[in-house]
């Protein structure tokens, strides 16, 4: 699959009876349209007859209603299917992912290739079943997609490469990509399904090299990593967590994956709160109670996350909100904390910037700019920090940014390499953006200083190094 829309090239195997291809032999389905491979994969180690139900994600550009022409087809056989538009439009009001749900025999460690067929001819003959609820347990099986360009194209984790585009020099990006492997086996291994090892979303990790390898397994973990986190720690709390502790684009992404309605939900009722109790207090710099004291940069990327997500999945909790009319406010309020200098200083560094808070809050930053609203005053505020953040704040003898720019009572200006990948994203996007080649030095620079000196054998620095920078690789081509 390439660029953005549902088109491979078709094929003999597809079973059609196309031009070219010889007839097959068990009824063919007389359907001509484009082709999306996948691969049917049972995901709770049975055999047997199984339900399949997995969501499906999409480019942008597709028909408004992307499930009146299209069909699934298994060796030659046209499969009455369930089909549904999740919740969540891009903005030119096609479909994020589609819910595919069928029966299907189907064993462990035995995937069995599939064709979803698309297009204006394309009429299923079959009559649809009814849906089966989704709930919080890994399904039976799932059908998805085999192609990691087209993956990456759906752009579910965001702007990203495939694996195998990946560069192979300078050296820090190939151990970059095989380190993943290593460690994350070796997290996998200790600490899944258990939401605290889900700091800094390590289920939307999960999802990231799903997307960049077309590897099931990693499907599978981002889907038990995220149920954990949902199921152990925002549902037992009631929806009321700290910023720090929200670690939400992972269970965004799994609704769109698995179309399990009560991630939709957490995402919006967490968002609520936010908009609640963080929204009015984000332009605090100095203030002393109401909540504005706490505010540093986390904070305020969290909350516009919070909004930004659920704009993207049309969360809605308790009652509906105006997520773009808060996405706005937020980040108008989040701009004007910005010092003459291209600081974010804040009471609760005791005046001290935050280089990697910073990063956190640029990033979702590029994302609003990217997909909701290209407001024209964040390129400027964005150059601004890194600018002053490369002068001031970047250890050259380290290849690491300052954790804190001041001494401050709980931390100062010593290097902070682990925190590297969290910056990176900024300095990567602007050279996109811009196509000054010196943000694509430093950017460099700042990666290969993380990729060497953080200890990823410990669970939040492997969680760091791998939550964002995957889309570094794509702002820096």
């Given amino acids: 699959m390439h660029g953005r829309s549902l088109s491979l090239a078709l ?68 499969q009455a299917i369930h089909v549904e538009a999740l919740a969540g439009r891009y903005p030119d009001g096609s479909a994020r992912a589609l819910l595919v749900q069928f029966q299907y025999p189907v064993s462990a460690g035995s995937p069995i290739p599939a064709l979803l067929i698309a297009g204006p001819t ?11 609820t989704v709930s919080g347990n890994m399904p039976a099986a799932v059908a998805l997609p085999t192609s990691a360009s087209y993956l990456a194209s759906t752009e579910v984790v965001g ?15 190939p151990t970059y990509e095989s380190q993943f492997v290593t460690y994350g086996n070796q997290h996998w291994a200790s600490e899944a399904g258990n939401w605290l090892y889900d700091y800094y979303d390590r289920a939307l990790i999960w999802y990231a090299w799903w997307v960049r390898t ?121 701009l004007s904390t910005q010092q003459p200098d291209g600081s974010y200083r804040f ?10 808070m910073t990063g956190l809050m640029y990033d979702i930053m590029i994302k609003y700019y990217t997909y909701v609203q290209a407001d024209a005053r964040i390129p400027p505020a964005l150059k601004k920090s890194l600018d002053w953040m490369w002068a001031t704040q970047w250890i050259v003898s380290a290849q690491a940014f300052k954790y804190l720019s001041d001494p401050t009572s709980t931390g100062g200006p010593d290097p902070a390499p682990d925190l590297n990948l969290l910056i990176v994203t900024g300095y990567g996007w602007y050279y996109q953006y811009s196509r000054d080649a010196s943000y694509k030095t430093e950017a460099d ?3 290969a200083g993380g990729v060497n000196g953080a200890d990823i054998s410990l669970y939040k620095q492997f969680n760091q190094n791998y939550t964002s920078a995957y889309r570094y690789l794509f702002y820096r081509q």
């Fill in 11 to 78: 094929v003999c195997a597809s079973w059609l009876t196309l031009p070219g291809c010889r007839p097959s032999l068990t009824e063919p389905v007389n359907v001509i349209g484009d082709t999306l491979a996948l691969q049917i994969v049972r995901m709770d180690g049975g055999s047997g007859m199984a339900l399949v139900s997995s969501g499906i994600p999409l480019p942008p550009g597709l028909p408004p209603d992307s499930t009146t022409h299209l069909a699934l087809v298994i060796g030659g056989h046209e």
């Fill in 214 to 334: 077309g590897d099931p397994e990693y499907w599978r973990r981002g889907t038990i990593d995220a149920v954990a986190y949902r199921q152990q720690y925002v549902e037992p709390a009631n929806y009321i967590i700290q910023p720090h502790q929200a670690q939400l684009e992972g269970l965004a992404i799994h609704y769109l994956l698995t179309g399990d309605e009560a991630s939709r939900y957490a995402i919006a009722k967490v968002a609520s709160n936010f908009a609640d109790i963080w929204t009015p207090v984000l332009d605090c710099t100095s203030c002393s109670s109401g909540g504005g004291q706490y505010v540093e940069g986390r904070i305020q990327a969290r909350t516009l996350q919070s909004h930004y997500l659920s704009w993207m999945i049309d969360a809605v909790g308790d009652s509906p909100r105006n997520w773009l009319s808060l996405m706005a406010t937020d980040v108008t309020k989040i």
């Fill in 445 to 447: 620079a700042i990666f």
């Fill in 347 to 356: 009471a609760e560094w005791e005046g001290a910037h935050s280089n990697y």
């Fill in 159 to 173: 702007q990203t490469i495939t694996r195998a585009a990946a560069p192979a020099s300078p050296a820090a990006f």
């Fill in 122 to 132: 394309v009429t299923r003959t079959k009559t649809d079943l009814p849906k089966t």
